[in-house]
């Protein structure tokens, strides 16, 4: 069983960058999918990217593309998530999910491991 771990998240302005990071507690990550979702308040939780076990697949939201960049370090045994450009509705809790073997799904019921969350707050 492997429990996925958010690096601490933070406070910064529109238009400046911020890198997530997931690690795994328990076991490698090197055979895990892994997605990030994030949840705003009074809001449903949502996809944002995700990245297959072997790496060589990933996808975003189009609330995103372009702005966003995952990636994984199978060394380092951690997923990051480059987020760059950043905007006040990307405010919110943004969690860490995996599955084993998992490929880069969207759906948060695909994944069945997943960390406490880290706060993502984007000033304007």
């Known amino acids: 069983q492997v429990q996925p771990v958010e690096s601490r998240g933070g406070l910064v302005q529109a238009g400046g960058s911020l890198r997530l990071s997931c690690a795994a507690s328990g076991r490698t990550f090197s055979t895990y999918g892994l997605a990030w979702f994030r949840q705003a308040p009074g809001k449903e939780r949502e996809f944002v990217s995700a990245i297959s076990w072997s790496g060589g697949s990933t996808a975003y939201a189009d609330s995103v593309k372009g702005r966003f960049t995952i990636s994984r370090d199978n060394a380092k045994n951690t997923v990051d998530l480059q987020m760059n450009s950043l905007k006040p509705e990307d405010t919110a809790v943004y969690y860490c999910?995996?599955?084993?073997?998992?490929?880069?799904?969207?759906?948060?019921?695909?994944?069945?491991?997943w960390g406490q969350g880290t706060q993502v707050t984007v000033s304007s």
């Open positions: 999910a995996a599955r084993y073997q998992g490929i880069a799904s969207a759906k948060s019921s695909y994944y069945g491991y």
